[in-house]
């Protein structure tokens, strides 16, 4: 008589968000198909309670920290965030275990198609990187837009666009395909030549205690993938020498070529605004680019930070964590 392996039960934690369900239960089947038994477990965040604009409560964590609290209390065995949402230094007594495949990096324009837009175009974002983005382009098709603040889940920023309050507005490509939703609007998906993403934009960061089992840890760990954990990597690594939190005016897009890892085979771009003052970018946008091999990936998104404080001219300037 053969006795039946015990089964690892995983309590999941996550915003209780339409879409962090989504992205809670997306890990879920994965875990679910290596052998686990799972269970979601609700949390409450500051980000959720809080119906000011990002820019006035902080932005950086308010969407992680409560999520956080429950795995060093131990109500959760594992935290599934929104990569952009976590602040890039790492959090005392936890760890990012893994970062499963990554979703589309692009930003979505919803309610039109960009060059469908009328001069004055009122668009809806409450992203200081797409307003900064948004407003380089317009101006360098001239015409004016004005980058309208907004919040809520993805289903009320589509309907400021269906009603016309907005004549379009900008979304995470990623969250829509996790949530399969097609909006009945014209859309489009901006190239990264016209708006580069937040860093870590479509992935998923999988965090876990110190202190967590190993049969636990082991699971999660192998759903890591090698090529998106190479690129936000970089990507966070820009963001953290520039001393930048999630609601500056930055982005940052890194990608592996596919190859044997030897050579200069991971590409990034990235973006600044050049100043930015009350949450708004003025001065136009610094560009920069580079590549290295995938090993190098911190040292890649480090150097391309360094590279846009010396156009800034500062390094105190560009604080906003």
């Given at each position: 008589?053969?006795?039946?392996?015990?089964?690892?039960?995983?309590?999941?934690?996550?915003?209780?968000?339409?879409?962090?369900?989504?992205?809670a239960d997306q890990v879920a089947a994965?875990?679910?198909?290596?052998?686990?038994?799972?269970?979601?477990?609700?949390?409450?965040?500051?980000?959720?309670?809080?119906?000011?604009?990002?820019?006035?409560?902080?932005?950086?964590?308010?969407?992680?920290?409560?999520?956080?609290?429950?795995?060093?209390?131990?109500?959760?065995?594992?935290?599934?965030?929104?990569?952009?949402?976590?602040?890039?230094?790492?959090?005392?007594?936890?760890?990012?275990?893994?970062?499963?495949?990554?979703?589309?990096?692009?930003?979505?324009?919803?309610?039109?198609?960009?060059?469908?837009?009328?001069?004055?175009?009122?668009?809806?974002?409450?992203?200081?990187?797409?307003?900064?983005?948004?407003?380089?382009?317009?101006?360098?098709?001239?015409?004016?837009?004005?980058?309208?603040?907004?919040?809520?889940?993805?289903?009320?920023?589509?309907?400021?666009?269906?009603?016309?309050?907005?004549?379009?507005?900008?979304?995470?490509?990623?969250?829509?395909?996790?949530?399969?939703?097609?909006?009945?609007?014209?859309?489009?998906?901006?190239?990264?030549?016209?708006?580069?993403?937040?860093?870590?934009?479509?992935?998923?960061?999988?965090?876990?205690?110190?202190?967590?089992?190993?049969?636990?840890?082991?699971?999660?760990?192998?759903?890591?993938?090698?090529?998106?954990?190479?690129?936000?990597?970089?990507?966070?690594?820009?963001?953290?020498?520039?001393?930048?939190?999630?609601?500056?005016?930055?982005?940052?897009?890194?990608?592996?070529?596919?190859?044997?890892?030897?050579?200069?085979?991971?590409?990034?771009?990235?973006?600044?605004?050049r100043t930015w003052v009350g949450g708004?970018?003025?001065?136009?946008?610094?560009?920069?680019?580079?590549?290295?091999?995938?090993?190098?990936?911190?040292?890649?998104?480090?150097?391309?930070?360094?590279?846009?404080?010396?156009?800034?001219?500062?390094?105190?300037?560009?604080?906003?964590?």
């Open positions: 008589m053969t006795m039946d392996a015990p089964v690892t039960r995983i309590r999941i934690g996550a915003r209780t968000s339409p879409l962090a369900r989504a992205q994965l875990l679910t198909a290596a052998g686990a038994q799972c269970e979601f477990v609700g949390v409450t965040t500051t980000g959720d309670t809080d119906r000011r604009h990002l820019t006035e409560i902080g932005g950086t964590g308010v969407f992680a920290q409560a999520v956080r609290e429950a795995l060093r209390t131990g109500e959760i065995d594992l935290a599934v965030h929104s990569l952009k949402d976590l602040p890039t230094a790492p959090a005392e007594g936890l760890e990012v275990v893994a970062h499963p495949v990554r979703e589309d990096v692009r930003d979505l324009l919803v309610g039109s198609r960009l060059d469908d837009l009328p001069d004055g175009a009122r668009v809806g974002t409450g992203s200081p990187r797409r307003a900064a983005q948004l407003h380089a382009w317009a101006a360098a098709t001239g015409r004016t837009v004005d980058a309208v603040p907004v919040r809520g889940n993805v289903d009320r920023r589509i309907g400021l666009a269906a009603s016309g309050e907005l004549d379009a507005v900008l979304l995470a490509a990623a969250g829509l395909n996790r949530l399969g939703r097609v909006p009945d609007l014209p859309t489009e998906l901006l190239p990264l030549e016209v708006m580069l993403p937040a860093a870590g934009q479509g992935a998923l960061a999988l965090e876990m205690s110190l202190d967590a089992p190993a049969e636990v840890r082991a699971l999660v760990a192998g759903l890591d993938d090698p090529a998106t954990r190479a690129a936000v990597t970089a990507e966070r690594g820009f963001l953290a020498a520039l001393e930048a939190g999630c609601l500056a005016p930055a982005g940052a897009a890194a990608e592996v070529n596919p190859g044997c890892g030897i050579g200069p085979d991971l590409t990034m771009a990235v973006v600044v605004g708004s970018a003025t001065g136009g946008l610094i560009r920069a680019a580079d590549a290295a091999p995938r090993a190098d990936a911190l040292a890649l998104g480090e150097r391309l930070a360094h590279r846009v404080l010396a156009e800034l001219g500062t390094t105190h300037d560009t604080h906003d964590n």
